[in-house]
Structure formats: structure tokens, C-alpha cells
């Protein structure tokens, strides 16, 4: 998805101590959320969990 300065964007953003391995404190989960302009057809999609998600 491709956002523009123009969008109306949510942001949520919390602790994430699941993939913290060293204890930091300084994992995020974060999820953004586009608004979608009226009449817009949202397309499909799908979640599924990983197991070992790539950390940078």
C-alpha cells in the first residue's frame, strides 16, 4: 500500500515484549491504517502470523 501526504492515516503503536530477546524494552508493534475515500472498494487481504519475524 502507498500512502501520500494528502491520506488521513492511522497509527497505532504499543510495546511488543514477545520478540524482545534481550530485554531492551525497545520492541514496537505498529499498525497503520489508511482512510479510504468515500464509495472506495477496499481490496482483500489476509493476516496470518510468523513464527520468526525479521528484526532489524
Do not use: H, W
Not at 500512502?3 to 514496537?28: A, H, I, M, P, W
Amino acid at each position: 500500500m502507498t500512502f501520500s501526504e494528502e491520506d488521513t492515516v492511522l497509527t497505532l503503536s504499543t510495546c511488543c515484549r514477545k520478540y524482545d530477546k534481550t530485554n531492551s524494552g525497545n520492541q514496537r508493534l505498529v499498525v497503520m491504517a489508511k482512510l479510504l475515500p468515500e464509495g472506495a472498494a477496499a481490496q482483500d487481504f489476509t493476516v496470518s502470523p510468523v513464527d520468526d519475524p525479521e528484526m532489524p
